[in-house]
């Protein structure tokens, strides 16, 4: 039902930023109020009543879903940044690319021991970079809850690297 209405919220553009690739751009998703406000429902409902003790967003779409999850939930949000954007001490993990490898850093002050930390991003792709957050969230001794997706693109079986963690996606598509 919800699913037709954000689907065609999302743009899709064939090949970029390859040819071959349809991307998904979220943009536009979040310039629809209504559209964007159910999107948020969606995905802070299913923790509504759980102790959850923070958010860890991944940059850049994942900071719009995950701060509006955060707000929601009455809880504090945690950036994750490409390596050198944090001001401050932070740890760090390192993934792989395409063509090498990238790191996430969060601030070390960020996450406390025993912490419930849901970790969030706008599409599940080949799930390194989730994968590589929700590490970051156990260095700390903090547990992950879930991590959750707008989009998950089942066809780079992201799914794998978060074996570990529960997943939920709210969007599915089959290609990559």
């Avoid at 536009?28 to 995905?43: E, G, P």
């Avoid at 967003?57 to 050198?84: D, P, Q, S």
Wanted: glycine share 10%; aromatic share 8%; with cysteine.
């Amino acid at each position: 039902m919800y699913e037709k209405e954000l689907e065609q919220a999302i743009r899709k553009i064939p090949d970029f930023p390859k040819k071959g690739i349809l991307f998904y751009d979220l943009s536009t998703l979040f310039l629809h109020k209504r559209v964007f406000a159910l999107t948020v429902d969606l995905m802070a409902h299913r923790y509504l009543g759980k102790k959850v003790d923070g958010v860890l967003c991944i940059e850049a779409r994942g900071f719009v879903l995950g701060a509006a999850i955060a707000y929601r939930l009455g809880t504090g949000v945690i950036m994750a940044r490409k390596k050198g954007k944090l001001p401050w001490k932070t740890i760090s993990g390192r993934y792989s690319l395409e063509y090498g490898t990238d790191v996430i850093e969060i601030h070390a002050d960020a996450i406390k021991k025993g912490q419930r930390i849901l970790v969030v991003d706008d599409l599940l792709a080949t799930g390194g970079t989730a994968s590589t957050a929700a590490k970051l969230v156990e260095k700390c001794g903090a547990k992950v809850i879930e991590c959750i997706f707008l989009v998950e693109l089942l066809g780079l079986k992201g799914r794998a690297k978060l074996k570990n963690y529960k997943i939920h996606s709210i969007l599915k598509y089959e290609g990559e």
